[in-house]
């Protein structure tokens, strides 16, 4: 009987084993350095051993004796636990179906190690995709070029597509099949299909950052730009900034998000110095008044018609219209809030005092179904409650 040395089996395991193994004639060395050793099948006890083992760390099968490579249930167990084992277990088992599936369902890199026949076998194939698209990249050339198999990958995970070959990045079938699965998979394809409307479209509507990886033609095309920042106002920042200077398309962006506005005057400060311009956004957000420029922030009817969306916007008016009391007065109309940035004096003036005051300044430039009457009141309501506080405090 003899010994053998391995760095995972204590000096007990390695005299248990010994005792169970057959002597042997001769002991060829093998280029690891280990001795060919003959272990009987019907050795159950050692088979337990070893699954054990390879349950517990699935690498310690490269310790294992070459018999025991080629034995089913130990290998089973090892790439079960970590699919990368199948590197250490022998070319036959390398070439079994039910082993293979089972490491690449434990790790599809798994595949690696696979025999060129499994990679190259199409029916093969696709029960492998089945457990992970990934598994692509390690099938024959002739498979990456099959267009049922990469349809089966990118339609089970778009990103698959870049395990491909060259002429699948170009398929549009394929593309679209791949970005309507994964968005992020408009990177994977071809220069020609980043230029494609409908796979770009198809891929910002899922994920609008998405925008960045198309063609520059597409990223200043309106239709491109708005969808992308429907799906996520973070897509700006793939839109060409020449598309920034557009009023029509900047509005329309700003519909989406308010916020926008920062950047859009940034890319192109020009726009925001329009009066049309600047009278538009107003009427849609009257915050926006804060990012028009000064000389427009000091027109009267720009911060009039600002104040009538949201009255809070008088904070943004030049100081000379928060005294107005036609600018106050409809800034308190809207929100009564607004008086945090009036001036007191005027708020006191259209005070109970002044009460026809506001008929006479609201009334004459508004119809009477401009008027709100419930916000008309609330105005009212806000006036004589400032106008006494200052009066004890007087």
């Known amino acids: 009987f003899f010994a053998f040395s391995c760095p995972?089996?204590?000096?007990?395991?390695?005299?248990?084993?010994?005792?169970k193994c057959s002597p042997l004639t001769s002991f060829p060395e093998d280029s690891n350095g280990w001795f060919s050793?003959?272990?009987?099948?019907?050795?159950?006890?050692?088979?337990?051993?070893?699954i054990a083992k390879v349950t517990e760390?699935?690498?310690?099968?490269?310790?294992?004796?070459?018999?025991?490579?080629?034995?089913?249930a130990v290998v089973l167990a090892a790439v079960n636990k970590d699919g990368r084992a199948l590197r250490h277990a022998s070319e036959a088992l390398q070439n079994d179906k039910e082993i293979v599936l089972a490491a690449v369902h434990s790790c599809p890199d798994a595949m690696a190690c696979a025999s060129l026949e499994l990679r190259e076998d199409p029916d093969f194939a696709m029960a492998s995709i089945e457990l992970n698209s990934d598994v692509l990249a390690y099938l024959s050339e002739s498979l990456r070029n099959d267009r049922e198999v990469v349809r089966a990958a990118v339609m089970q995970n778009g990103s698959a597509l870049r395990h491909a070959s060259a002429a699948m990045a170009e398929d549009p079938a394929i593309c679209l099949a791949a970005v309507e699965s994964n968005a992020s998979a408009l990177r994977h394809t071809s220069n020609s299909m980043r230029e494609t409307p409908e796979v770009?479209?198809?891929?910002?509507?899922?994920?609008?950052?998405?925008?960045?990886?198309?063609?520059?033609?597409?990223?200043?095309?309106?239709?491109?730009?708005?969808?992308a920042l429907s799906q996520n106002p973070e897509a700006f920042r793939?839109?060409?900034?020449?598309?920034?200077?557009?009023?029509?398309?900047?509005?329309?962006?700003?519909?989406?998000?308010?916020?926008?506005?920062?950047?859009?005057?940034?890319?192109?400060?020009?726009?925001?110095?329009?009066?049309?311009?600047?009278?538009?956004?107003?009427?849609?957000?009257?915050?926006?008044?804060?990012?028009?420029?000064?000389?427009?922030?000091?027109?009267?009817?720009?911060?009039?018609?600002?104040?009538?969306?949201?009255?809070?916007?008088?904070?943004?008016?030049?100081?000379?219209?928060?005294?107005?009391?036609?600018?106050?007065?409809?800034?308190?109309?809207?929100?009564?809030?607004?008086?945090?940035?009036?001036?007191?004096?005027?708020?006191?003036?259209?005070?109970?005092?002044?009460?026809?005051?506001?008929?006479?300044?609201?009334?004459?430039?508004?119809?009477?179904?401009?008027?709100?009457?419930?916000?008309?009141?609330m105005a009212k309501i806000y006036s004589l409650r400032t106008y006494m506080v200052q009066r004890v405090k007087v």
């Open 238 to 377: 793939g839109i060409d900034p020449e598309l920034w200077s557009d009023g029509d398309f900047v509005k329309e962006a700003l519909k989406i998000d308010p916020g926008l506005a920062k950047y859009a005057k940034k890319v192109c400060p020009r726009l925001w110095e329009d009066l049309n311009f600047i009278i538009d956004i107003v009427n849609m957000d009257g915050s926006l008044l804060k990012h028009a420029s000064e000389e427009l922030r000091q027109d009267r009817d720009v911060v009039l018609q600002a104040v009538r969306q949201d009255g809070t916007s008088l904070e943004w008016a030049d100081p000379s219209h928060k005294d107005d009391v036609e600018i106050v007065a409809e800034a308190l109309l809207e929100n009564e809030k607004a008086g945090f940035f009036a001036d007191k004096r005027t708020i006191s003036d259209l005070g109970p005092r002044g009460s026809l005051q506001w008929e006479k300044v609201l009334q004459i430039k508004r119809t009477p179904s401009q008027v709100n009457p419930k916000k008309f009141a």
């Open 8 to 19: 995972l089996c204590s000096m007990e395991n390695q005299s248990w084993i010994a005792g």
């Open 200 to 227: 770009v479209l198809a891929a910002v509507r899922q994920d609008g950052t998405q925008l960045k990886y198309a063609s520059p033609t597409l990223r200043k095309l309106r239709e491109t730009a708005l969808a």
């Open 37 to 50: 050793i003959r272990v009987s099948e019907q050795d159950a006890e050692m088979e337990a051993l070893w």
């Open 57 to 72: 760390d699935a690498m310690a099968l490269r310790f294992a004796p070459q018999p025991l490579r080629d034995h089913r």
